[in-house]
């Protein structure tokens, strides 16, 4: 099909540092005129965004989604729906599926699934395991956001503990590196001792002790001392510690970082205080911890040593999560409501809207050299969302869309709501409703 040109009138946008007031249209997939008087266009639909911010869709470049192999949790349909709910119009799907993405046949079936039923634009990392050097090398820089590397973390074989591996990975990848690092000789030592401790039932707040500071500044450590010998482009994903703060440089113009690092909206949100009310609901890798080390994380965002905001969106099923400690799996859906929360911290002063928008939108297309993306730029694609400041949203069952029916955030009630999701041009949800009649694009890459 198609894509239907839309006018949108009396926007209060939000790009690159600014509020104004102006009017977009968009035509053929792109932004093709930015101006404050634009009501004499012709269109084929009009909104009138009186009252309401517009801003770049919301990037994400973390997220778990599942497909194949574990789709009893959640599938490409499902979360790509939640997230274009939650104004999230991009996003870049780790490979610890069923079976790893470890080939690059592997890789793009990836890509042909989303292609057929991804509601929001996508990319997908290649995965690297501890003997699969020579599959990761032959991905291409241009059509691949990244390669996932998980330095201590035991999913399936993806685990790459080897150094041998891990320098010849950091020496010749031909793209970004992204890293889980938390190091698992210092994880396995901890989960024998609390076993001994506890047996088998411990309490959810031993996560952060088992799962400690020093098991993921170990990690991080090495990883930045790696990519700093190798000139590797480094993206170290979801930090969860102050201590590892002082790795990151915020001297340096975003697009001349060589090291770049992601804070996630659950370490700003949650502290190890939040596990005696819900369990294992906030079980994550790398773990929530205690809240001088949030208080850390948003000193970190606020000063830039923090480039990008993410989810690490991670459903599991409800019954999975009631489980024991020791059997409950790790992982928080999140991508629907991300925007949401920072919309929270913005009302409650801890953050402005630019800011978000600099975090969410303009630096992961920067990060990752995303082509035509991330900014209201005229000729960009369309990746537009309006919300509504003074609109209350109460997250419950009925409104969230992730497959595993639940969120961690149930009940609460946030000041904004996301009225519009354009993607690529294409009005795919409208106060509630959603048009699955086109899908997403795949991303591309300006990269040498």
């Known amino acids: 099909m198609s894509r239907k040109s839309i006018l949108l009138l009396n926007c209060r946008a939000i790009n690159e540092g600014s509020i104004f007031e102006t009017d977009v249209f968009v035509k053929n997939g792109r932004i ?52 274009v709910a939650g104004g999230v119009t991009t996003f870049m799907e780790m490979p610890n599926t069923k079976p790893p993405t470890l080939t690059q046949e592997l890789l793009e079936e990836k890509y042909q699934i989303a292609a057929r039923r991804s509601l929001a634009n996508y990319s997908f990392y290649m995965g690297a395991s501890n003997d699969n050097l020579d599959e990761v090398l032959r991905t291409d820089p241009k059509r691949v956001c990244g390669i996932k590397v998980f330095m201590g973390s035991s999913t399936g074989n993806m685990l790459v503990d ?12 031909p793209l970004l590196i992204a890293t889980h690092c938390e190091d698992e000789a210092t994880i396995r030592a901890n989960m024998a001792a609390y076993r001994e401790k506890y047996g088998e039932n411990p309490p959810a707040s031993i996560h952060p002790e088992i799962r400690n500071v020093e098991a993921c500044l170990k990690s991080s450590r090495m990883a930045v001392e790696l990519a700093k010998k190798y000139n590797t482009r480094l993206h170290i994903l979801h930090i969860s510690t102050g201590d590892e703060v002082f790795l990151f440089d915020n001297q340096t113009p975003l697009r001349e970082k060589r090291i770049t690092a992601e804070v996630c909206v659950h370490h700003l949100w949650f502290s190890k205080d939040d596990y005696e009310p819900m369990g294992n609901l906030i079980k994550c890798n790398p773990a929530i911890k205690e809240a001088k080390h949030r208080e850390a994380l948003w000193t970190a965002l606020h000063e830039d040593y923090f480039d990008v905001i993410a989810t690490d969106h991670a459903p599991h099923t409800w019954e999975e999560k009631q489980r024991s400690y020791w ?122």
């Open 327 to 448: 059997e409950a799996p790790s992982g928080l859906p999140l991508v629907q409501h991300s925007l949401l929360i920072m919309l929270h911290f913005a009302r409650q002063d801890w953050i402005t809207l630019p800011k978000i928008v600099e975090k969410m939108c303009h630096a992961p297309a920067t990060c990752f050299n995303i082509s035509e993306r991330g900014f209201l730029r005229e000729g960009y694609w369309a990746d537009l969302v309006l919300f509504d400041m003074n609109a209350p949203f109460t997250i419950e069952k009925e409104n969230i869309h992730y497959k595993c029916g639940w969120s961690p955030l149930e009940g609460f009630t946030f000041p904004a709501t996301i009225t519009h999701t354009i993607v690529s041009g294409h009005l795919a949800y409208a106060n509630g409703q959603f048009d699955e009649s086109i899908t997403g694009e795949r991303l591309l890459f300006d990269r040498d």
């Open 162 to 173: 080897d150094y041998h591996t891990l320098e010849n990975l950091f020496k010749e990848a």
């Open 32 to 83: 093709e005129r930015i101006d404050d008087n634009l009501s004499h266009l012709q269109a084929d639909m009009v909104i009138d965004a009186a009252g309401k911010f517009l801003m770049p869709g919301v990037i994400d470049d973390q997220v778990h989604f599942r497909e194949p192999g574990l789709t009893h949790k959640a599938e490409i349909y499902t979360e790509a729906k939640a997230a």
